[in-house]
């Protein structure tokens, strides 16, 4: 496999930048629904947890919400909360699930027998580019110097991540290097069960660099943990002004995990409406705004038909990179 062609690596980043930013609060500022629960279908802490409470405390504390509630449901790599919320869509009309890439990665590979065509697609929200960091006293300060040391020996520079072969982290990681002009199917590719994990990996040297979520890597560099030495935004982020784009260093690929929302299947029309509604307005409180900034998200904001049209773009795309890497 050679190099992919730039039309096709950076046709996810396209489609979603086409999506437009943000969206007119039409809830004139009044509370649009009484709760909201939501399911995460994952632990605490992780990124599908950090964007339901981003969410809820910005629509609570806006006032478009009365109160939100929160239950994790861990398993089959999301593939649990997204059983139980079809079986019992009857009594999960109240329900709001988040999800990002991985429901289309692990429905693509069969993970789980159902994808995002079984629910009711609410609405996309927030978008997390990736990252590559390596750890605080790494000799590697960016992606040439890394790439220095990857092609003396590219077996002996494993790259880590937090998902299996063939998930999100490895995908990035094979991205980047194929834009950098190496052959992705020659990364060796170590898969950890968490982050937690990873990280100790990576600083006990057992890794030379961790493929990781852009917000996830922010955190670990404020408390000094890793360098940043590459990211899959377009432009520089506010919230890691000094982590340089994969462009500027000659790597022409960009990413984004998009995370939104999705209620049981035969959801009313008029309870979907009133989700929508709410997370419109949303977008326009400093409420949301200080909770964006804060995790380093970009708006990706996208609803119904748009919604659908994107993740079955995206499902094209990543598909396509899957079968050139043998996992399809």
Do not use: C
């Not at 697609?121 to 110097?145: C, Q």
Request: hydrophobic share 45%; charged share 20%.
């Amino acid at each position: 496999m050679k190099t992919l062609k730039m039309g096709r690596r950076a046709l996810l980043a396209t489609a979603v930048a086409s999506l437009g930013f943000g969206a007119p609060a039409f809830a004139d500022g009044h509370q649009v629904l009484d709760s909201i629960h939501f399911l995460i279908p994952g632990g605490a802490g992780g990124g599908w947890d950090g964007t339901a409470r981003g969410t809820g405390e910005a629509l609570t504390d806006a006032g478009l919400v009365g109160s939100a509630s929160y239950e994790n449901m861990s398993g089959g790599g999301g593939g649990t909360a997204i059983g139980f919320l079809i079986e019992n869509a009857d009594s999960n009309e109240g329900t709001l699930m988040v999800n990002s890439t991985p429901i289309v990665i692990r429905s693509l590979t069969g993970v789980f027998p159902h994808n995002f065509r079984d629910l009711t697609l609410v609405s996309g929200t927030i978008g997390d580019y990736a990252a590559i960091v390596v750890g605080k006293d790494s000799p590697i300060n960016s992606m040439d110097e890394f790439l220095a040391v990857y092609d003396a020996d590219p077996a002996g520079t494993p790259i880590g991540g937090g998902s299996v072969p063939g998930g999100m982290d490895h995908l990035v990681a094979a991205m980047v290097m194929e834009a950098a002009g190496r052959d992705a199917l020659s990364v060796n590719y170590i898969p950890y069960d968490a982050g937690g994990t990873a990280m100790a990996a990576l600083l006990s040297g057992e890794i030379a660099a961790l493929s990781t979520g852009f917000s996830e890597a922010v955190d670990l560099s404020n408390a000094g943990e890793v360098k940043i030495i590459g990211v899959t935004s377009d432009a520089r982020i506010d919230a890691a002004p000094d982590a340089m784009t994969m462009s500027e260093q000659g790597i022409e690929t960009t990413f984004v995990n998009w995370r939104g929302f999705f209620g049981a299947p035969g959801m009313s029309d008029e309870k979907l409406a009133q989700y929508q509604a709410a997370i419109d307005a949303m977008y326009d409180t400093p409420e949301w705004e200080a909770v964006r900034a804060r995790n380093g998200w970009v708006n990706i904001h996208n609803s119904g038909d748009d919604f659908r049209a994107f993740l079955e773009e995206q499902e094209t795309v990543i598909g396509d990179l899957m079968k050139k890497l043998g996992f399809l």
